[in-house]
């Protein structure tokens, strides 16, 4: 079953505007993780935050994590149309070794 | 990192038929994953391909429909049998990375059942 559930489920910016995607999951968890997905092809990662770490940055992108109400959200700042891509959060529970994605978020950047 | 090869990239098969996922990996790594990825749908692990041993499948998901080979620690197969226009979808393989934290992800096969 989905761990995670992700909020917007689309998204369409203007380039150079923000973007704010939210992923919310159920049990206790190892770490967080992001991964971005261009038109349908393999994932890539961007970003993983540790159950005892609050906010982590890289480059243009910023991640929070409240593990008390078990959500985290993925900014994408200054956004540029190569940013279109899905973009999804995925938990290792603390109990496993697993992964497990949440639904995803479809984000467009118009230029 | 890791860098993975996955073929085909996509086929379309008439229903009944099988279809074998290839993935090679430039490095030992000691356990595979697959995924599915149903039309506009997250991804949903199929089985875990352990060297040496039966991969262990996820709720849902049979040996008989998805067996899967894993002769060695830097390659692995998934097949799909007796397909249906259900099976269309996106099939990932992946593996963690040194770490053993993040995942590293082939480029998918799309599969178009008719």
């Known amino acids: 079953s989905q761990q995670g559930e992700e909020d917007p489920q689309a998204l369409s910016i203007q380039e150079g505007e923000n973007a704010t995607m939210n992923c919310s999951y159920k049990t206790s968890i190892n770490n967080l993780q992001w991964y971005r997905q261009n038109s349908g092809r393999g994932l890539v990662h961007l970003i993983l935050i540790r159950s005892n770490e609050r906010e982590k940055h890289s480059g243009r992108l910023r991640v929070t994590l409240d593990t008390s109400k078990k959500s985290s959200s993925l900014l994408i700042t200054a956004s540029r149309a190569a940013d279109t891509a899905s973009y999804f959060c995925?938990?290792?529970?603390?109990?496993?070794?697993?992964?497990?994605f949440g639904g995803g978020t479809r984000v467009l950047v118009k230029p | 990192s890791a860098v993975i090869s996955q073929k085909p990239s996509r086929d379309i098969c008439q229903r009944g038929t099988s279809l074998t996922i290839q993935c090679q990996v430039d490095s030992q790594v000691t356990m595979m994953f697959w995924y599915r990825q149903q039309p506009g749908q997250s991804l949903t692990l199929i089985a875990t391909?352990?060297?040496?041993?039966?991969?262990?499948?996820e709720s849902g998901f049979v040996i008989d429909k998805f067996p899967i080979s894993r002769p060695n620690l830097t390659f692995s197969t998934l097949t799909v049998s007796n397909m249906s226009p259900e099976d269309s979808s996106i099939y990932l393989c992946?593996?963690?990375?040194?770490?053993?934290?993040?995942?590293?992800f082939g480029s998918g096969t799309q599969l178009s059942v008719l």
């Open positions: 995925a938990t290792e529970e603390a109990a496993g070794n697993k992964l497990t």
């Open positions: 391909a352990n060297q040496g041993s039966e991969a262990t499948y």
């Open positions: 992946s593996v963690r990375g040194p770490t053993n934290e993040k995942l590293f």
